[in-house]
C-alpha cells in the first residue's frame, strides 16, 4: 500500500514539474539536496516562487578537529526580473552539526544565457550570512558562498559545474574554520 501511495504522490507531482533533487561531487566531498516548490499549492503566489529544501554535505574539510556533515533546512522566495532572464531570491537556512547550528539569511541571483537555444544554460551565485545573533550552540558566525553554471541537457536534466565555499567561526579553540571550500560537479533532477 505504500509503494502504491508513494507512486502515485510522485507521479501527481511530476506533472508539476517544479520541484528538483540533486547530487554534488568531487573526489572528497558529497552533497545532496531537494527543492519543492510551495508556490504550486497557494493559488496566491506563483509557482516556482516559494521552495523549502533540504540539503546533506559530507565534506572531508581534512581537518580532525571537525569533520561533522552538515545537514541544512531552507525557505527562499524567487522572482524574475521582468523578460531579462534575472531572478533575484531571498532565503533563509537553518544549519545544524553536532555542535554548531546557524540560521544565516541570503540571497540568491541567477541569470539564463540568452545566446544557447539548442542547450539552455544559466549562472546562479548565492551568499548566505548569520552573524553572531543568528548563531547557537558553538557557532560564533557562519558564511557561505556558491557559483554555479548549469546546462539542462536533457529535459528537466541539468548538469552542474559549480564551487562552494563555507566559512564557520567556534566560540572555542577551533576559531575561524573553513568547513569547505571546493568545486564540484552534479546533477539536478527536475520532476
Known amino acids: 500500500m505504500l ?13 508539476f514539474a517544479l520541484n528538483s533533487a ?10 545532496l539536496n531537494a527543492k519543492l516548490d510551495i508556490g504550486q499549492f497557494n493559488d496566491s503566489v506563483e ?3 516559494m521552495f523549502v529544501g533540504a540539503r546533506y554535505l559530507d565534506a572531508d574539510n581534512s581537518s580532525a578537529i571537525n569533520n561533522d556533515a552538515l ?15 534575472f531572478n ?25 544565457l540568452p545566446a544557447v537555444k ?18 547557537f550552540s558553538n557557532a560564533q558566525r557562519y558564511f557561505e558562498y556558491r557559483l554555479e553554471y548549469d546546462a539542462e541537457v536533457i529535459e528537466h536534466g541539468h548538469v552542474i559545474i559549480g564551487y ?3 566559512a564557520t567561526d567556534y566560540n572555542d579553540v577551533r576559531g575561524d574554520f573553513t568547513y569547505n571550500a571546493s568545486a564540484y560537479i552534479g546533477f539536478n533532477f527536475e520532476f
Open 88 to 112: 533575484v531570491g531571498l532565503g533563509i537556512k537553518a544549519n545544524y552539526t553536532k555542535d554548531y547550528i546557524t540560521l544565516p539569511l541570503g540571497i540568491e541571483f541567477g541569470y539564463a
Open 3 to 15: 509503494k502504491k501511495i508513494t507512486l502515485i504522490a510522485a507521479s501527481a507531482a511530476s506533472a
Open 118 to 135: 539548442l542547450v539552455p544554460m544559466s549562472l546562479h551565485a548565492d551568499i548566505y550570512y548569520a552573524p553572531q545573533v543568528l548563531s
Open 164 to 166: 562552494r565555499h563555507i
Open 71 to 85: 545537514y541544512e533546512m531552507s525557505f527562499l522566495m524567487k522572482k524574475p526580473m521582468g523578460e531579462s532572464g
Open 47 to 49: 509557482p516556482e516562487s
Open 22 to 31: 540533486g547530487v554534488n561531487i568531487n573526489n572528497e566531498d558529497l552533497e
